[in-house]
């Protein structure tokens, strides 16, 4: 299992190599199947499949029992207020142009780079999800979340045309 594309592949055979990725959100989760010989141990088959994750598959009770003081932190952190969104940022754009979302990461990356008095001609970053505008309104550390699943790191380059 491998793979950071953000989409689905469910299953591919690549040089030889068995290949699934499980989209992202945790919207999948990836399966892979190895049937191996009892006594030569050799390999059989292999089969690599990603399952919807919808209410067909609950949650482990065990390990939501165990992760409860986490969870019950992390929803406490994401329902935190950071402030409130003038008007509707869209997430698609005329082809060539950055889209409302993307200008706004950008823009979020430049004012942290320039507070700790880093040069920045230039942003590049997409957004996860074309069909969902960022509304207007009240919003929470859960709401940015949903622009940016993960704490970024920020690489910076020196480009010249030489």
């Known amino acids: 299992i491998a793979g950071h594309t953000h989409q689905i592949i469910p299953s591919r055979i690549t040089n030889g190599v068995l290949f699934t990725q499980a989209d992202h959100f945790g919207i999948h989760v990836g399966r892979v199947d190895l049937l191996f010989h009892r006594n030569s141990?050799?390999?059989?088959?292999?089969?690599?499949?990603?399952?919807?994750?919808?209410?067909?598959l609950s949650l482990d009770p065990a390990v939501?029992?165990?992760a409860k003081s986490q969870l019950a932190e992390s929803d406490a952190?994401?329902?935190q207020p950071i402030g409130e969104?003038?008007?509707?940022?869209?997430?698609?754009?005329r082809p060539g142009e950055p889209s409302d979302l993307e200008i706004l990461i950008g823009a979020a990356i430049v004012e942290a780079l320039r507070e700790r008095s880093v040069p920045v001609d230039g942003v590049m970053h997409g957004v996860f999800d074309e069909k969902r505008d960022f509304a207007a309104?009240?919003?929470?550390v859960n709401d940015i979340w949903n622009i940016l699943p993960y704490e970024n790191y920020v690489v910076t380059a020196e480009l010249s045309p030489d």
């Open 85 to 93: 969104l003038a008007e509707t940022f869209r997430a698609r754009s």
């Open 77 to 79: 952190a994401l329902a």
């Open 64 to 66: 939501i029992s165990r």
């Open 41 to 56: 141990k050799k390999l059989l088959h292999r089969e690599a499949v990603c399952e919807f994750m919808d209410n067909r």
């Open 137 to 140: 309104g009240p919003k929470t």
